[in-house]
C-alpha cells in the first residue's frame, strides 16, 4: 500500500467549510438502501447528497448509523452534489 502525504505551509492556508449543525447527518428512506448526507444549500435550504460508496464514507469519517426517513421525504428534499 502506497501512502500519499500532503504538506501544508499551515493550516490557516486549509480553507474552513461551513458548519454542521445539529439539523445535519445521515439519513436513510424507507424501502431504499441508499445512503445520503442531509446537507443545506448555500441559503440554509435542506437538501441530501448521496453517499455513492463505502470508501466515501470512510474518506469524511461517517459512521454508517443513520436516520430513517419516510419515504416522501425522499422527492420532497432536493438533491445536492453527490459525496464521492
Do not use: C
Not at 505551509?9 to 441508499?34: A, C, W, Y
Amino acid at each position: 500500500m502506497v501512502l500519499s502525504l500532503l504538506e501544508f505551509q499551515s493550516l490557516h492556508t486549509i480553507p474552513n467549510g461551513r458548519s454542521i449543525d445539529q439539523d445535519m447527518g445521515l439519513v436513510r428512506f424507507e424501502k431504499g438502501s441508499f445512503l445520503y448526507f442531509l446537507d443545506k444549500d448555500a441559503t440554509g435550504k435542506p437538501m441530501k447528497r448521496w453517499i455513492t460508496s463505502p470508501s466515501a464514507l470512510n474518506k469524511y469519517a461517517f459512521h454508517s448509523d443513520a436516520a430513517m426517513l419516510p419515504q416522501w421525504m425522499k422527492h420532497a428534499i432536493p438533491n445536492g452534489a453527490s459525496i464521492r
